[in-house]
């Protein structure tokens, strides 16, 4: 079972849209909005397959909120891939405050999320079963 983490504000359309589709769904928090499980604090035995929710939710400007980097630390431990949602005539903005931040990630418009998700984890599944079998 496919598990997707999803940050406070992801549309229930899209949530809806997921369990049609075959995925389960988790609520991440932030840290400051309690929203669900802290999304430092996840780990192996989550068993998430990939996080969405808007960039605003995982990244901060201001430095009295702490290091946006701790908030994607797992994320980047567990080699978790992410989806952004941006609108699409800002991702190139959001390209340049990602830069760096070594999270495995998409942009997504709203528009086009359920296509990104399901493409996104259909082409896992395909380079998973391609693995070599040793004799």
Request: hydrophobic share 40%.
């Amino acid at each position: 079972m496919k598990i997707i983490g999803y940050m406070e504000g992801t549309n229930s359309e899209l949530l809806t849209d997921l369990l049609l589709e075959g995925l389960d769904t988790l609520p991440l928090s932030n840290g400051w909005d309690n929203h669900g499980k802290y999304i430092a604090h996840i780990n192996r035995a989550d068993n998430i397959s990939m996080v969405v929710g808007y960039l605003h939710k995982f990244l901060t400007i201001s430095k009295d909120f702490g290091k946006s980097d701790d908030i994607l630390s797992a994320l980047k431990a567990y080699r978790i891939p992410t989806v952004f949602i941006v609108p699409k005539n800002r991702q190139d903005k959001a390209i340049k405050l990602l830069k760096g931040k070594g999270v495995n990630y998409k942009l997504a418009d709203p528009a086009e999320l359920t296509k990104i998700i399901t493409g996104t984890l259909a082409k896992r599944k395909a380079a998973a079963g391609k693995t070599i079998k040793k004799r």
